[in-house]
């Protein structure tokens, strides 16, 4: 019907008011934030990415001081920023997201522990290797039949995701590989005896399974793993410069002594360095230091103490991730009302175009969609800073259902309703508006309560586009004090409190629109069915 | 001089036809009331009289204001919407099963449509809604929600939301049916004050001793026509036609 169409635009204007445009501003905004003038390059600071949950030795947090992120990584690339005469700042992202982001400009190099594969210069390029280890196996500590990889057919091998190992485990053959997003969760799972052994670079054995009681490191070291900082293919100019710092780091002997402090230096590196001097350890080295402070053997004291530290770094943690859920939710729900109104009031085809969309983002995961609008938008030429595509992955991903609670809340608003509003005189748009909207409002509110709640926990997954969050700050933590239990329960409790408040609003605003009367009425009905259905049940 | 005019009025709903054309004439201040059995179109006449059910074919014209298609082809535009709000505004309608908003106060129920729809400055609205809820015997509820009311306070409610539109016609579609029976008279009671004061009302009802104790008009409708029109001392003691007499039968 014309008439109802030329109504629709009308509500459409009404309805869709400020958080569109805000939205479409900071999204413009976020766009011209990363263009930069190349010339002012050589001031800035290299920006370098890396996952700080990898854990110890590669790029951790200081288990004593947990905001900072300290590693054997972050002194090397702040050695040859030092050497080119620039500073280093750290842009943290998920180890998946490393490579994706790099293409993207997120950052301009990688140092994270990424091994130099065929495969990987083929999308990326790398710096002459900076760090030389090998595949380690570890196994636990009552294990005596595993002595080498050949010993491992048949059995379980976990090892970290993409990693090197892993390709090596597949050559292998007749090893059932078990793979983890992080070191820390592959030894626990060893230790547990989900699997029999892993199989990692050294370093990651050395700091995690050698000091663990229950582990044990077995076997030669297996083939040689070379470490290389990681750059975008066209950025020859910094692939040069930096190589040059690395040789000088080389020749001086500072990269030697970085590993030496980390108890990482090792007979490969001294044959491609050319350094075959005896190990100089001056302590403290970092790496007895990781040791006194991430002891394992912690009593329950110790242990609070340890959670008070970590609960400003996890307030600040549930402060973002309320904030993504705020604004993703103001935007869900006032991009569902949209949705919704264009699905019941548009014409034809503005109707089925709001269908076509909540069948989309409903038909497709979340995880997903994030990913499509962080990595794959930039390729079209529109980039988002993390916080806004957190922001709108989660709204558009949730409008989608805060529409269809909508549209249920409009439909239940009986015909009658409208009609009666109809009878007053009242246009289409007035009793939509006056009528149709409060009464579906208050319908949607138990709904809508129960969608933020779960969206306050979907938010976890914007960890993956370099959202530092509670969940990602649960990963660093657990990972760095092996203690996922505690740390989990006080993350958990974190996500409780934040959900709590907005159940009580909820409830407290239901109240208010529902009269007590009825309610009685609507309690002692159920009551009186229920006790119907017991009675008979019971005959 | 007639307020209703109702000429050719035809409707139906898919293949059944509801209303087979109506003719009927009404004269401004009467109390007219349409029986019949459930399915015999008297709902359906009503409804189609504001214009919540379209009419297929024929002519509606209330108080100036006029509905007509001349078949269920011709399109329905903008303008056919616009007459029948237009229409509506002069219309009271009030329905068996009350339909106050649940989400405003009783007041706020009769004030809505003045300041909404009329543009009535708000406390004129409020002045005129107090008087009728006092008319309807309401005043000391007027700040309750409608789920506080009661069936009959309800119904009471819903006229005087209706006639804040200081509407030229009432419509009443069933307006006792949903009505503990002791409920049924303080309705009843207050269509009656109505009628006096000149208001025209069409009720269609099941209520026969309302019909005949307080109509001017009866009108006895069949399968879609109507099949007569009577004083209702008349009609109900000596109906002209033998379904008429049938269907006064089973309630006499």
């Keep these: ?539 | 001089m007639s307020i209703v005019s109702i000429r050719g009025l035809k409707k139906s709903f898919g293949e059944h036809e509801v209303l087979k054309g109506i003719d009927l004439d009404i004269e401004p201040g009467q109390l007219i009331c349409f029986i019949g059995r459930s399915g015999c179109g008297k709902s359906t006449l009503l409804r189609t009289l504001n214009g919540l059910e379209v009419l297929d074919e024929g002519e509606i014209e209330i108080a100036g204001h006029s509905l007509s298609r001349k078949s269920k082809t011709d399109p329905l535009d903008d303008k056919f919407e616009k007459k029948a709000q237009a229409l509506r505004k002069h219309c009271g309608m009030v329905f068996q099963d009350f339909r106050l908003f649940p989400h405003m106060s009783l007041l706020e129920n009769v004030v809505l449509a003045q300041t909404v729809g009329q543009k009535i400055p708000r406390d004129e609205a409020i002045a005129k809604s107090e008087a009728l809820l006092g008319k309807v015997g309401l005043q000391a509820h007027k700040d309750k929600m409608p789920l506080q009311l009661s069936g009959g306070q309800s119904q009471r409610g819903a006229i005087a939301r209706a006639l804040a539109l200081s509407p030229a016609v009432m419509l009443y579609d069933e307006p006792t049916s949903a009505l503990d029976p002791e409920l049924v008279d303080e309705v009843l009671s207050v269509m009656k004050a109505l009628d006096q004061e000149g208001m025209t009302q069409l009720a269609v009802t099941h209520e026969m001793r309302f019909a005949r104790d307080a109509s001017d008009y009866v009108v006895y409708m069949e399968e879609g026509s109507i099949v007569e029109i009577g004083a209702p001392d008349v009609l109900f003691s000596s109906p002209k036609d033998d379904r008429t007499r049938q269907f006064l039968r089973k309630f006499l």
């Design chain 1, 1 to 539: 019907m014309k008439a109802a169409s030329r109504e629709f635009w009308k509500i459409f204007l009404t309805a869709s008011g400020t958080p569109l445009v805000v939205l479409a501003a900071a999204a413009v905004g976020a766009t011209f934030s990363f263009t930069s003038c190349p010339d002012a390059r050589a001031a800035e600071p290299i920006r370098w990415a890396a996952d700080t949950e990898s854990g110890a030795p590669l790029v951790f947090q200081d288990p004593k001081e947990p905001t900072k992120i300290i590693g054997f990584e972050r002194e090397v690339i702040e050695g040859v920023a030092r050497h080119l005469g620039r500073s280093a700042t750290l842009v943290h992202n998920s180890w998946d997201g490393l490579i994706p982001g790099l293409s993207r400009g997120n950052y301009d190099v990688i140092i994270n522990g990424l091994e130099i594969t065929e495969e990987r210069k083929r999308e990326i390029s790398f710096t002459d290797p900076y760090f030389v280890t090998f595949e380690q196996l570890a196994v636990r500590r009552d294990e005596s039949t595993i002595g080498s990889l050949a010993n491992c057919r048949g059995k379980k091998v976990g090892t970290l995701k993409f990693s090197l190992a892993q390709t090596m485990l597949e050559k292998f053959g007749g090893i059932e590989i078990v793979t983890y997003e992080a070191e820390p969760t592959a030894y626990e799972d060893l230790k547990n005896g989900r699997t029999d052994a892993v199989l990692l670079d050294a370093p990651l054995a050395i700091y995690n399974a050698k000091p663990n009681p229950a582990l044990k490191l077995v076997g030669a070291p297996i083939g040689s793993v070379l470490y290389g900082i990681g750059l975008k293919k066209s950025d020859t100019e910094l692939l040069a410069q930096m190589n040059g710092a690395l040789a000088e780091m080389v020749k001086s002997g500072e990269l030697r002594r970085i590993y030496d402090r980390y108890n990482l230096w090792n007979p490969l590196m001294a044959e491609r360095f050319g350094d075959s001097r005896e190990a100089a350890l001056e302590p403290p080295t970092m790496y007895e230091y990781y040791l006194n402070s991430t002891n394992r053997e912690r009593t329950i004291t110790e242990r609070l103490k340890l959670y008070v530290t970590f609960l400003p770094i996890l307030a600040k943690g549930a402060l973002t991730t309320l904030n993504i859920s705020l604004v993703a939710m103001v935007l869900a729900v006032g991009l569902g009302l949209i949705l919704a109104l264009m699905r019941l009031y548009g014409p034809k085809p503005v109707a089925i175009l709001s269908l076509i969309y909540i069948e989309l983002i409903r038909g497709t995961p979340l995880l997903i969609q994030l990913f499509f609008i962080f990595y794959a938008l930039p390729h079209v030429g529109i980039r988002l800073s993390p916080f806004v595509a957190a922001v709108l992955g989660l709204g558009l991903n949730y409008a989608a259902y805060e529409a269809e609670n909508y549209r249920a809340g409009i439909l239940g608003v009986a015909k009658a309703q409208s009609e009666a509003g109809l009878a007053l005189g009242l246009s289409n748009r007035q009793t939509v508006r006056y009528i149709v909207i409060p009464q579906a409002l208050r319908i949607v509110i138990p709904p809508i309560t129960n969608d933020f709640i779960s969206l306050l926990k979907d938010s976890s997954l914007v960890s993956v586009i370099t959202m530092v969050e509670l969940t990602k700050l649960y990963g660093q933590l657990a990972s760095t004090y092996y203690d996922f239990l505690g740390i989990g329960l006080l993350v958990a409790m974190f996500y409780l409190l934040l959900g709590l408040p907005f159940v009580r609003l909820a409830r407290y605003v239901e109240n208010r629109l529902t009269p007590t009367e009825a309610k009685e009425q609507r309690i002692g009905l159920s009551k009186r069915l229920l006790g119907r259905a017991l009675t008979s049940s019971l005959k």
